[in-house]
């Protein structure tokens, strides 16, 4: 059978592994796609890394290297796209038009999907082409496959992961070595975790991104990355991760999307697992998510959630599947997001008032008798129920104050925040608080 022929976008981390693992095991994946993949033609801004890329003898051999890639998605012998150029725009206009021209496309662009998926399938649909995005999650793990593929008997009741490895790079070190936030984050660039904008991946964006996708392949809802709660790992202090560690648990950035009766829950913060947790021994750039299905139980996926080659593995997985399936007809494929398009329920994202989790509260106090009995009474005028309290002295400078960390018991967020909003007015309170959710994801 003749070559399946891939015009590539962007030669940059991912694409230059897509590149060398498509070299480096070129039979093994004809032989299990049916057919060579070859990619013909590569488009780089950086023309000339571009080409030390390819190598003399690729480019001998007919591979164009060029800095135009409307050109490569316009040439007639390209059947598949893949886009690793990053970004929303220039990006959004070479995947539509590639898919204007009848041409498949492969993508690990998370942000281009969670923000313009709908349109993005919706167009691929008409068209009749796929559009793999097996990358965009967790980078090597199969979460995409195993949502809609694997899991498919089960209805879905919730996923929660660590789906940013930049950010699980930057908390496991600040807890194992003790470095500070900046350095941590400076070693993730380096190692080519981090987005080219790292705000995306600090500020929780990437993983909101992502959780946005997982949500939608689940529950089968419309993609609504506008209506995820995202908070980062920025305001998260080194002594918070150090109580936390004290009390039996590690910090991490966790994506949950949980569905209840009226509507799902969709957010990304830094979130206390306990350490005995699977999730919580999830280190350095490593994701894992885990899926709760209602016949299957809890399944877990592990593996490399970022960097060149690990990522490349998920693009070229998503090539492989689409040189079997291009030749059949748009039916016998597995829908974009799991369910058939026109099957796509309308259920409500919840706000982040109405989301059931705990709470670790750090907060300082006079130290003085009765405090602690009236911050318990406006926790449960709340409803709000202490699990446990410690006084710290060794964190407070300044005498006559103490350091109090409570944990509570489930609750919903709406009342643990006009708590928070009304122990803030007692005369009896110093300093600022750090309030951080807690999941014990049972
Ligand atoms: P990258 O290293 O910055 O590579 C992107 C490459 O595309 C760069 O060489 C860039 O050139 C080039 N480029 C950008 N705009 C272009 C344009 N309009 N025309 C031609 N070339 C263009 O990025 P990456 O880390 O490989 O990420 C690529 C995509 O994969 C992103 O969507 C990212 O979110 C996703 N992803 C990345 C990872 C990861 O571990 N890195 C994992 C999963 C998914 P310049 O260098 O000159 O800008
Ligand atoms: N910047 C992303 C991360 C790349 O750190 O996880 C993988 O999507």
Known sequence: MSQVRVGLLGIGTVGSGVWRVLQRNADEIARRAGRPIEIVAVADR???????????EAIERGVVVTAEAAAVVARPDVEIVVELIGGTSAAKALVKAAIAAGKHVVTANKALLAEHGGEIFAAAQERGVMVGFEAAVAGGIPIIKALREGLAANRIEWVAGIINGTTNYILTQMQMRGIPFAEALREAQALGYAEADPTLDVEGIDAAHKATLLASLAFGVPIQFERAYVEGISAVEARDIAYADALGYRVKLLAVARRRADGFELRVHPTLIPKEHLLANVNGAMNAVVVKGDAVGQTLYYGAGAGSEPTASAVIADLVEVARLMNATPSQRVPHLAFQPGELVTLPVLPIGACRTSFYLRLQVADEVGVLAQLARVLADEGVSIAAVIQKEDGVAEK????????????????VRSAIARIEQQVWVRGRWAALRVEHLQ
């Open 400 to 415: 006559g104050i103490a350091e109090l960390v409570l944990l509570t018991h489930e609750s919903e967020e709406r009342r």
């Open 46 to 56: 950086n023309v000339e890394r571009a080409q030390e890329i390819v190598g003399r």
